[in-house]
């Protein structure tokens, strides 16, 4: 229905308004109140929605099941116009409620006023997703939503098209459905909001960008932000043209209902209808209580803005419109206001009861105990602390069992036996789901030869296997830069594109970072992207929104939803300071919550993939720049094998000193290890194949328990990779025990690895490197049998 053009309404339109004014004061009253909450110390932080109501309103309207939200924290309104949020589960999320049945965004993880549907029910598989209204869950960064966007919006185009997936109608009605993007004016400065407005033209899928323009971020007004001081100006270049692709760009005020909801209704009917991107500027928004609680926008703010705040106020201005239409008289506005404050207020209560209730227990369990234990001074300090967290009762009983260390009594094991218990609930609240909870990934189908099985090219066995894959997987798809038409500058694609077609195999613009959102909003909606970068070194442009986005996802929904993308690339080692890194170290450090792949070859690389696509997590998969043209026995179970995700294997027996490494330099290693043996030392090489996880059955520390020698070689720099594996064996498996001599590592030197050959061997850790010092440690032993070289 178009109300703007309407001056009278019927009882069910005027219900209508009157419902969303309702809703538009009942979300301001939890702005309020929640604000007064963090004030008075009973929340951390708060940030909210006030001033957005009605463009939020109007978004909802034409937000449908099977849709898809990738917003950030001002959205509130929203998510209670979709009926994704109750004023008391926004408040459990402002407390940090641990409960997901409470808090369903994130389990208390995330602070409030970041959003999330569960889209996965209690074993982690798929709920039907075209019955909910969806919305994926919001990271902090500003923009980072938008790489994901991208790819929630391509999974529409990618379903439309794919007759093969029509039949999945839990996840798609044939591509019908929208990804919304909301976004704050400043945050469009970020280059992720560009490359998302670009490749979404370039891609023509159905997006609807909603900026919320209040004009600042935090005290930095828009002549500092955007060029022309508006970003549909700014954007105007993308604007579409009839018969050409780009953008439709449409303004609207955001205190202005009708015009709210006529610009809403047009851009998303359109976007929908033509799978068109659409932009909607939303300009003239207020933002009553300023940015968040920390600090008032009084500083920077002028007292005419302030006035005309107030003035400009959307409900106020809600208000005038239905008043002034004769919709409603002012008394009746008063007593809707009064009512959602009420609401508000009684919502936000039971939350607060809630909140505190089941922390409560926990507090009055340990006073129990340790007053069974005689502990009366611990105890009633937990009793005279009526605000007490679980970090108090923690802090207590940890405090009371070091105190009475060497004691045993039934009183005392029995304080143990509760904190073991509350330990692992206080894992499950803060520490699981970071990974899938199915720990399935070590499934393993070995490798099978025929008698006449071909040697070939290394790059070979990956074309062959991804071409079994997509014939198998219509929810595979592939993309990268160069990955369509050529097959990939290494030709581990070859011929796909003209087996598949364009939408499976496709090229993409040089943009790593929406690269991987593609490959992420594709997952969440069920699909089985597999995103290239083309090379490691530029896999920089991406980690960010690999580490904030891809790798949490999980972790910060709180297992509600997952995004189990795979992301290919190459590197180690080939020629030149930006096609040889191998920064293993930064990147595992950056992407705990993802697998990490270092297949030694593609056999190995082809077994991972199928692996992880029957998984549900993200990955890295790094194959060897230099393997691609290495010889390789052609496996005659390609489709079928699986190499186990997280075993480490030994690939060459021995008894004197264990070596572990992976990737390129495994290779180095095992051509040391024959040169060694002609010395008379027996080397036994393990290669790690997974990073994350790593050696989960501790392949690495038996070896040295025969060994007695350790020494981990890797080509990142020193203290990077090679210093997590020497960590995780001595340290986590144990090998500290066996080890009679020093462990040590070889690395690469602490610069960019240099160009040409020279450069290489100069700046990486060569054979003749590894065998010296693996030959030093057997010296440092036993100097008669082994003389100084
Ligand atoms: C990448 C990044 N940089 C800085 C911040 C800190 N920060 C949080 S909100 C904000 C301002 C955002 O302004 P805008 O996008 O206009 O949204 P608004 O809050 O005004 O709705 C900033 C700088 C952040 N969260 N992320």
């Known amino acids: 229905m178009s109300l703007a053009s309407k001056t009278a309404v019927n009882d069910t339109a005027k219900q209508m308004l009157l419902d969303d004014y309702f809703l538009a004061c009942l979300s301001r009253e939890a702005s309020l109140l929640g604000r007064k909450e963090v004030l008075t110390g009973k929340a951390k932080f708060g940030i909210f929605g006030d001033g957005k109501e009605l463009a939020q309103i109007a978004m909802a309207k034409q937000f449908q099941n099977g849709d898809w939200r990738s917003g950030y924290y001002r959205d509130q309104t929203f998510m209670m116009a979709i009926g994704q949020l109750t004023v008391q589960q926004y408040f ?10 409470k808090e369903p965004s994130s389990g208390g993880r995330q602070m409030g006023g970041h959003f999330s549907t569960r889209v996965l029910d209690a074993n982690g598989d798929w709920k039907n997703v075209m019955e909910m209204k969806n919305s994926s869950s919001d990271i902090s960064p500003t ?20 007759t093969d997936l029509h039949s999945r109608t839990q996840f798609s009605n044939k591509g019908n459905e929208v990804a919304f993007g909301t976004i704050g004016d400043s945050s469009t400065s970020e280059g992720l909001f560009w490359e998302t407005m670009n490749a979404s033209a370039v891609l023509g899928v159905p997006m609807c960008m909603c900026v919320w323009d209040n004009g600042w971020g935090i005290s930095v007004p828009k002549k500092y932000q955007t060029a022309k001081e508006s970003i549909s100006e700014s954007l105007s270049g993308m604007q579409s043209e009839p018969g050409a692709g780009g953008i439709k760009i449409f303004k609207a005020k955001g205190w202005d209902y009708a015009e709210l909801m006529l610009k809403f209704e047009q851009a998303v009917k359109h976007s929908r209808t033509h799978h068109q991107p659409v932009l909607i500027h939303v300009e003239e928004l207020t933002q009553p209580q300023g940015h968040s609680t920390s600090g008032s926008h009084e500083r920077y703010k002028t007292k005419e803005l302030l006035e005309w ?44 009861d809630e909140f505190r209730a089941q922390i409560q227990a926990d507090v009055n369990a340990a006073i129990s105990l340790l007053e069974a ?71 393993s189908v070995p490798v099978q030869y025929n ?130 890194g191998s920064p293993m170290g930064a990147i595992i450090s950056s992407v705990r919550g993802m697998v990490v792949c270092v ?43 699986v190499v186990p995700i997280g075993v480490a294997e030994v690939v060459k027996l021995g008894s004197d000193i264990t070596v572990v490494s992976y990737g390129s330099t495994l290779h180095l290693c095992l051509n040391a290890a024959d040169e060694l043996a002609n010395m008379g030392i027996s080397v036994e090489v393990v290669d790690a194949q997974t990073l994350l996880p790593f050696d989960t059955t501790g392949v690495s520390a038996s070896s040295v328990q025969k060994t007695n020698r350790l020494v981990v070689v890797d080509e990142d720099v020193e203290g990077g990779a090679s210093a997590y594996l020497l960590d995780q064996i001595i340290n986590k498996q144990g090998a500290f025990n066996y080890l009679d001599a020093q462990p040590i ?8 690895p240099a160009y040409s050959t020279d450069g290489d061997y100069f700046s990486k850790p060569s054979v003749d490197d590894i065998v010296e010092a693996i030959y030093g440690v057997m010296s440092e032993g036993n100097p008669a049998r082994f003389p100084k070289i």
């Open 92 to 101: 459990a999320a402002l407390y940090a409620h641990t409960d997901t049945e």
């Open 143 to 162: 923009g980072g939503q938008m790489p994901r966007l991208l790819g929630l919006a391509q999974a529409s185009k990618y379903y439309k098209a794919n």
């Open 309 to 352: 705040y107030e003035e400009f106020d959307c409900i106020v201005q809600f208000g005038k419109f239905l008043t002034d239409k004769k919709v409603v008289k002012q008394e009746e506005l008063d007593e809707l206001r009064a009512k959602a404050k009420a609401k508000a207020r009684t919502e936000q209560r039971a939350a607060w």
């Open 373 to 443: 234990a005689g502990q009366n001074e611990a105890a009633s300090t937990l009793k005279n602390n009526s605000e007490a967290i679980r970090k108090d009762v923690f802090e207590t009983i940890r405090k009371v069992l070091r105190t009475v260390r060497g004691q045993h009594s039934s009183e005392i094991q029995n304080i143990k036996n509760w904190l073991a218990a509350a330990q692992e609930r206080m894992h499950k609240a803060y520490s699981s789901e970071l990974y899938s909870e199915r720990h399935d990934l070590d499934r």
């Open 451 to 580: 008698s006449d099985s071909e040697l070939v090219d290394g790059r070979v066995v990956l074309r062959d296997f991804w071409d079994a894959k997509l014939a198998e997987m219509p929810e595979v798809l592939m993309f990268g830069e160069d990955v369509g038409k050529i097959g990939g500058v290494n030709q581990t694609c070859e011929g796909l594109q003209d087996k598949y077609g364009e939408l499976r195999v496709s090229d993409t613009g040089i943009r790593e970072a929406t690269i991987v959102g593609q490959a992420i909003g594709l997952a969440m909606r069920g699909l089985r992207p597999v995103a290239e970068i083309q090379y490691l070194d530029y896999i920089y442009y991406a980690l960010q929104i690999m580490r904030d986005d891809l790798a949490s996802v999980r972790y910060r929904s709180a297992g509600g939803q997952m995004a189990p993308a795979i992301i290919s690339t190459r590197g180690h080692r080939l020629e030149g300071i930006w096609h040889s």
């Open 599 to 641: 297949p030694r070859n593609m056999t190995q690389a082809a077994g991972m993939y199928n692996n992880l696509l029957k998984g549900n997590d993200p990955a890295l998969v790094v194959e060897c720049l230099n393997g691609y043209r290495k010889k390789e026995k052609m496996p005659s179970n390609l489709s079928e094998m």
């Open 745 to 752: 590592t070889i690395t690469s030197k602490p610069h960019l």
